[in-house]
Each structure stands twice: as structure tokens, then as C-alpha cells.
């Protein structure tokens, strides 16, 4: 295999064996930062020696061979700073190599789950929402700093900055990368969800910047969930996130126009919807119902996503159904956003006066204040009732308060098409 080739399937291999290995490395050492650095050790070891010797034939067993090397070596140099000669002669017997025997004892102990405890770590309601999303995205889904950074339109210190003291909050609280039990395990598995869907969406419906969507961030938030239900089989909520992601995640080649701009779901090219996504999510929601969770949030927005996915034209979408749905969601997980897209749906199923009721009793509500998203929808809902002037004026209000460029284009046009 050439230099080149050798490398670049070194990185590979990395790229899907970093997180494991962290996660064994954090739960031994309980210093995320250092088992960072260690991971990145072997990288460097096998990047000198893999294109002299080749790809071993167990990659993942090579790279955690040469951290825990380092570990240990790193633990031999400890112990010699905090003794005296005289104490490292007598106690050479027994306390050194007692802890170096535990160490290597404990990093051979495959209990299953380090990857699924360094996930519920990273996502410790402990820390901000934003510095769990950036701590996943790097300890988990392996991106650089600048990556994140350009993910998320933030610049590279401040993404640096919240890395660094999440690191630093999560070893001051000493916890210990393990994956929570009972009660506890259910209220973090909520924060570990919120995280990936945070940032699912954040690729999905851009909330700033030029672009409309960002794949790449969606892809990682999939891969995350992939993960998730692989690690936890019997949950729910995990399935039922997926399900929603593979199938939200089907329609992002439908989403722009060749110029970039915005195409709603009901007048999408749905020969460009990508139909493996679609299988694996409606496989994800049948999963989720299968394990009784079929009134679980995740579960019934898969399912509301289901719906569209089913249809073969926008004509044959079952609104009616659609509009129980987001009832029973109201129900589970009350919140104004669910309020507003309870709306659009009763005005598709409805009629726009429907809509208009409804949406018309959130206006005073704070947290859609300044929400684009709102008065979209209302222009939306008067533009079919043939209210043009008052949609003209819902619609540039709109513009007026989204952050997405993209997004700010659609809404002036449909305002312009109001005559």
C-alpha cells in the first residue's frame, strides 16, 4: 500500500475508533482532557509506524495497546516525581506496581458501555446546551475545533473556550463516564437527545448564514443517533429520534432549488427524496413503537415525518391525521413551537380560518415573539384565504426577523407575489 494510501486509511480508522477509545481512556484516567491527548498519541504512533509495517490486522486493538502503554509510562513518571528514592525502593513492590496492575487491569475490563457513558457525560445537563453540543461534536463525532466552529457560524476561540470549560466543569465535579442508572438514566437520556436533535437542526433549518441547510451537520447528528441505538436497543426515544432524523434527513436534497433558496414541503420533487433514508426511518419508528413508545416526543414527530414520507404527492398527504398528531403531541410535549406547527397543520386539514384561530392566540406569547417561523405562518394561512394584503404584510414581517439569508429571500418573495 503507497505512503499515501496507508495514510489516509490510518485517519479512517481513527476517525471511527477515537470515540471508543476516549471513552476507555476517560473512565480509567476520569480526566477527559487527558484521554484526548493520549488518543492522540497513538494517532501520532501510527501514523510513524503503519506506513513502515502496515495496517495491523486489529487496528482499534493496536491503537489502544500503544495509549495504554502511555497511560502506564505516564503514571510510572507521576509516581517517580511524588517519591523519594528511598520510598520507591520500598515501596516498588507493592504501591507502584499495584496501581500500575490496577490501571492495566481496569483498561482490559470491556464492560460495553464506555462509549454510551462518554456520550451521557458529554451531554451532563451540568453544562450548557451549547457546550454539550460542541463536547459531543468533538469527543464523539471526532470534528476539529474549526469545524464545529464553522458549523455552527461561531468563531474558533469561542468554540475552543466552551470545550475547554466544559472539560474543566466536568473534572471538577468528578464524575465518572458511566452510563446512569435508573431514574437518573432516564433524565439524561432527555439531555443526550436534545443534543443530537439540537444538532440535527441546526443542519436541517440553518437558524443564521447564507445557507438554508448544512448536510454535513445533519450526517453527524445521524451518525450519532446510529450510534445511540446501537448502544442502547431497548430505548424508545432513541429509535424514535433516529426514525425522525433518517427521515427528515431524506428530504434535504429537495429542501434548496438550484439557486439555494427554499422549496416547502408541499411543493418538494419527491423523486428526490432518498428513499434508503425513508426505509430506515419508517424500520427506526416501528421500532420505537414495537419497545411502547409510540407516544414518546421523538416517536410521534417520526411519526408526523412518517406521514409526508408515505405520501407519493403532496396531494395524497393525509393532513387529517396529521393534525391528530400534533394533538396528541401538545399533549406530551406542550411548548408554543408545537403550538404553531399544530396550526399549520389544522389549516392544511381545516381550512386557513382554522389556522388562523389558532395561530392568532399564540401572537402574545414570548417565546414566538420575535419568531420568523410565526408570522410566516400566518401570511401563509391569509395568502390562501385570499387576505393578500394582510399575508404582504405578515410575510415582510417575517423577513424581518430570521437570521438566515435564504430564508429572508423566500419570505420577500412570497410577500412580492402578494402583489
Known amino acids: 500500500m503507497a505512503a499515501g494510501d496507508t495514510h489516509l486509511a490510518i485517519e479512517a480508522v481513527f476517525r471511527i475508533e477515537r470515540p471508543r477509545l476516549i471513552a476507555g481512556l476517560a473512565r480509567m484516567l476520569r480526566d477527559v482532557g487527558r484521554a484526548e491527548e493520549l488518543a492522540q498519541d497513538a494517532l501520532v504512533l501510527a501514523l510513524a509506524e503503519w506506513p513502515r ?69 458529554a451531554c451532563h445537563p451540568i453544562l ?8 459531543t461534536l468533538r469527543l464523539i463525532g471526532g470534528l476539529t475545533t474549526q469545524e464545529i466552529a464553522r458549523a455552527f457560524l461561531t468563531s474558533e476561540p469561542t468554540i475552543a473556550q466552551r470545550i475547554v470549560r466544559a472539560k474543566k466543569t466536568i473534572g471538577a465535579a468528578g464524575l465518572t463516564f458511566e452510563v446512569p442508572r435508573g431514574d437518573e438514566r432516564v433524565a439524561r437520556l432527555a439531555s443526550v437527545l436534545e443534543v443530537v436533535y439540537l444538532i440535527f437542526n441546526e443542519g436541517y433549518a440553518a437558524t443564521a448564514g447564507e445557507d438554508l441547510i448544512r448536510p454535513a451537520l445533519c450526517a453527524e447528528a445521524q451518525r450519532l443517533g446510529r450510534i445511540l441505538a446501537g448502544l442502547a436497543p431497548d430505548e424508545p426515544e432513541v429509535h424514535g429520534l433516529l426514525a425522525l432524523m433518517e427521515i427528515q434527513a431524506s428530504r434535504l436534497a429537495a429542501r434548496t432549488g438550484p439557486d439555494g433558496g427554499f422549496v416547502p414541503i408541499t411543493e418538494q420533487n419527491r423523486g428526490r427524496w432518498d428513499r434508503v433514508l425513508i426505509r430506515r426511518g419508517l424500520s427506526a419508528l416501528a421500532r420505537a413503537e414495537a419497545l411502547g413508545g409510540a407516544d414518546g416526543p421523538y416517536t410521534l414527530q417520526a411519526a408526523l415525518a412518517a406521514c409526508h414520507a408515505r405520501a407519493r404527492s403532496a396531494g395524497e398527504t393525509d393532513w387529517h391525521h396529521i393534525a391528530a398528531l400534533y394533538d396528541r403531541l401538545r399533549q406530551v ?48 394561512f391569509l395568502f390562501r384565504a385570499g387576505r393578500l394584503a394582510e399575508a404582504c404584510e405578515a ?15 423566500y419570505l420577500l418573495a412570497r410577500a412580492e407575489a402578494c402583489g
Do not use: C
Open 53 to 121: 509495517t502496515g495496517v495491523p490486522a486489529n487496528p482499534a486493538a493496536w491503537l489502544t495497546a500503544a495509549a495504554k502503554r502511555r497511560a502506564i509510562d505516564d503514571l510510572r513518571r507521576a509516581k517517580m516525581i511524588e517519591r523519594n528514592h528511598a520510598e520507591i525502593e520500598r515501596d516498588q513492590a507493592d504501591g507502584l506496581d499495584t496501581g500500575i496492575e490496577a490501571l492495566e487491569a481496569a483498561m482490559d475490563d470491556d464492560i460495553g458501555d464506555e462509549l454510551l457513558g462518554l456520550i451521557f457525560t
Open 395 to 409: 410575510f415582510t414581517a417575517a423577513a424581518g426577523l430570521t437570521g438566515n439569508a435564504r430564508e429572508r429571500a
Open 128 to 135: 450548557s446546551t451549547d457546550a454539550r453540543a460542541a463536547l
Open 333 to 380: 410535549m406542550p411548548s408554543p413551537i408545537v403550538d404553531l406547527n399544530r396550526a399549520v397543520a389544522h389549516s392544511m386539514a381545516f381550512g386557513p380560518d382554522a389556522g388562523l384561530a389558532l395561530v392568532d392566540a399564540l401572537a402574545e406569547t414570548a417565546a414566538l415573539r420575535n419568531y420568523a417561523p410565526l408570522p410566516a405562518a400566518r401570511g401563509d
